[in-house]
């Protein structure tokens, strides 16, 4: 089993959080944080992170523009939303959270309340070259294959087992090649 690799810094979950008032009347005003800031970014500090030390009229709704780093939604949310997947990013870790954010967007979470950590743990089987890998190291590991005659292991094919075995996952591809395994019961 290849081994997740860690989110590194420029992967960590940052989010462009603007004034939507400035931005929905052409002024782009707002800067990038870090997602496990996001609870306590205000109107000023959006403001003060484009160098403008004043709030318009109209000033009052943050929106994150733009989202860097490995998120498991591809939408515009708000500071509190941002926070609590930031929240969930920590409470996962930074090894584990590539394959969270891949399963995710496959069953499309959008809501960080509804997510369910510890199902997600005892669902996620990790990341492999590919899932006939996965298949290959189930046989391996129920080592019953050694009992059997030669010329049965000749003739097992490895292919049409992980194709059947398939049925019971879902497979999601890796950032860096390679798959994350996930069990559907």
């Not at 891949?102 to 990790?126: I, K, N, Y």
């Amino acid at each position: 089993m290849t081994p997740s690799t860690p989110i590194t810094e420029p992967d960590r979950p940052r989010a462009w959080f603007g004034c939507l008032n400035c931005y929905n009347n052409a002024r782009l005003v707002g800067h990038w944080f870090d997602a496990t800031d996001a609870a306590d970014v205000d109107l000023a500090a959006v403001h003060l992170g484009s160098g403008v030390a004043w709030r318009r009229a109209g000033c009052e709704e943050i929106l994150a523009l733009d989202l860097d780093g490995e998120w498991p939604i591809r939408a515009e949310i708000d500071t509190v939303t941002a926070g609590k997947w930031a929240d969930l990013c920590e409470e996962i870790g930074s090894t584990q959270w590539p394959a969270f954010c891949a399963l995710a967007r496959s069953e499309h979470m959008t809501d960080p309340d509804d997510v369910d950590v510890q199902a997600f743990t005892d669902r996620c089987r990790g990341e492999w070259e590919s899932f006939e890998d996965y298949a290959q190291d189930c046989v391996e590991n129920v080592g019953e294959q050694s009992a059997w005659p030669e010329e049965a292991r000749r003739y097992f094919d490895l292919a049409r087992y992980a194709r059947d075995l398939r049925h019971g996952y879902t497979v999601e591809d890796a950032p860096n090649g390679g798959v994350f395994v996930y069990s559907d019961s």
